[in-house]
């Protein structure tokens, strides 16, 4: 076997086992020690292949990252969004599968706003192009609703829906406030979104009679 | 001077250098050693006080609590809420003062929502008492602009929109998501609110036109 391919099989082997130990440990479980017994190879042969853990979890977050997308937007289901109605259905529906996907994948989830990179390095730029492929899922119903506005100012917009879902999600799985329902969580997930997209409408026009929606 | 008295000097310098630890250096600069040194006392007299450091935050932490609750409801500024439109108005500041204070207090912030008790302790009563207590500042205008719900559900919906707008500031002032001026972050906290304010209120009955907004 080539070097080349031992060490890709390396690297992959070492981010799964980086991601086992997120998926059980959180962040705090990525240890050199414990990823290079798991992939069966000496602590300092990590530093051959990546140039340090930073890599490492960035290649898992990056998966997570890509599972959360299909999870928002499954392929081959993308019909056009037919008006505002369906706009807001829309920002509900990411919403919802948001918030399941935290509720299901915790630890790798939390992992993905925990990671701070080592001081002096910065975040690549090809995982901030792929963490903000996911906000063009939210701009997309945001165009709908706000039709006029342009598109630096509806990727604000869509930044804000996304932190203040992100708010409620993270409060409410953590139980910092009191335990609540996840039902209840589901619930009130729909009906802010729902009335932050009416409400973002009303700024344009008014919003339907009750009756309509 | 009395044993008591004594106690209670120590517990109050023990819980100065907690806060003064926690505003330099967030919860991981909390320390027995360093606090015993700066409350000029031995390592173990700190466990004649108090049960754990757990106790010394969550003191911190009620302090930080009372700061803010003394922020976002000056004392003696308590006019009553004329109609759904000032009920918008006082969401929005107060929205805007938690923001302030997230900013220029962040790590003492933080440190109300990273803490959790060691493995087994709850967190008590009169700590939870304090936290619902600022909840209420957000319930008095969510019933303003649904006066028809039961107190339990009015009660969920403060606690949703305080969650929406911590989301905001904590992804806002973390820059997780590539930089944003403080500017844009206050003005979309302002967006946010007013349109999750209209739309709540959307649900009883029609938005004002939009000249008197």
Chains 1, 2 share one sequence.
């Not at 414990?34 to 140039?51: M, P, S």
């Not at 706009?87 to 915790?106: E, K, N, P």
């Not at 708010?167 to 997930?189: F, N, S, Y």
Request: some cysteine; charged content about 25%.
């Amino acid at each position: 076997m080539e070097t080349s391919e031992r060490r890709r099989q390396l690297k992959e082997a070492l981010i799964a086992a980086a991601e086992g130990a997120i998926d059980r440990h959180g962040l705090a479980g990525v240890k050199a020690r414990d990823l290079a017994r798991e992939a069966g190879c000496a602590v300092g042969a990590i530093y051959n292949v990546v140039a340090d853990l930073d890599d490492l979890i960035l290649a898992v977050n990056s998966h997570t990252l890509g599972e959360l997308e299909r999870l928002l937007a499954p392929p081959g289901k993308a019909a056009p969004l037919t008006g505002p109605e369906a706009a807001v259905a829309q920002l509900i529906a990411l919403g919802q599968a948001y918030l399941d996907f935290a509720a299901s994948h915790t630890l790798r989830w939390r992992a993905l706003f925990e990671h701070r990179m080592a001081a002096g390095k910065d975040v690549p730029d090809w995982y901030l192009d792929e963490q903000m492929r996911l906000f063009r899922h939210v701009e997309e119903p945001v165009a709908v609703l706000l039709p006029d506005i342009a598109a630096p100012r509806r990727a604000l917009v869509a930044r804000s829906l996304f932190s203040a879902v992100h708010g409620m999600v993270i409060l409410g799985l953590e139980e910092k406030l009191q335990a609540l329902p996840r039902d209840a969580l589901h619930e009130q997930v729909r009906l802010i979104i729902r009335s932050l997209g009416y409400g973002l409408l009303a700024k344009e026009k008014p919003p339907p009679a009750s009756g309509e929606r």
